[in-house]
């Protein structure tokens, strides 16, 4: 019997880095078969390669920029001829912003909104119809505790991970009857350099790490068919005290 893993097709959005490379990684490690996509063209090269060397057969990549219509098509084209079809989404690829809106460029709050909410729209939409072939499927969307908590400064995240949260849920039940099951997973800060390209900062151990989220992640791909864990809240246990 099928563990949820092992043999599937897995697209993971923004896999180069952070948490998208460490979901990549674990569904390896699990026996998926793994399309690695972010907008660098150079970076998904050298990870698609680094990570064929040690999955044989298993590891395809492609550029995308979630944001683009004609290029998301490509990356689900290039997973059918890759892999012949699609079991597994995870809609990582995301940006941050720090900034009150009254500063927020039209530029920057469309960069936000056109990633976080319009990319995993126009991801999922080209997974649903190749999941229904196989019978079912799992969308994984990893929205942030920015779409359950307000955060003065970041006015654009949160729009976006609130609407990501809610695009999440009803899709859920657009599609629960075809055996798609969608989650979303909200981490609280993790350790990542997000945005910066910088990696992990040392001095910042309390956060969670990109390895956190993708147990997370492959723990709910192992869930029984039957049930569906639609919202994982996790946060770093020890925080820095406030005040
Ligand atoms: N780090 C945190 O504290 C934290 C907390 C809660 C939730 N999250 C969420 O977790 C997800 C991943 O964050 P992270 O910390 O791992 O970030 P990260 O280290 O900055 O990695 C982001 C990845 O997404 C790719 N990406 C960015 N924009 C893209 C686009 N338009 N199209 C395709 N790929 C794109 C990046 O590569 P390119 O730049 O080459 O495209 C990179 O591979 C995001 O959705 C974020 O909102 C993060």
Redesign the pocket.
Known sequence: MSDGIRDRAAVV????????LAIAEDLLRGGARVMI????QG?VETVGRRLLEANAGRVAWRA????REDQVEALFRGADEAFGGLDILVN?????LHRNLEETTLEEWNQVLE??VT?VFLCSRAAIPRMRKRGGGYIVN?S?LAGKNTFPGATAYNASKFALNGMSEALLQEIRHDGIRVSYVM????N????SGEGPDPSQAWKLT?GDIARVVVDLLRHDPRSLPSAVEIRPSRPPRKG
């Open positions: 959005t923004g896999s180069t880095k952070g948490i998208g996509s972010a907008r660098r970076e995308c920029d979630v944001r990582n690829a995301g940006v941050g990633t976080n990319g990893i942030s981490p609280g800060s993790v990542t350099g997000f945005g990109a």
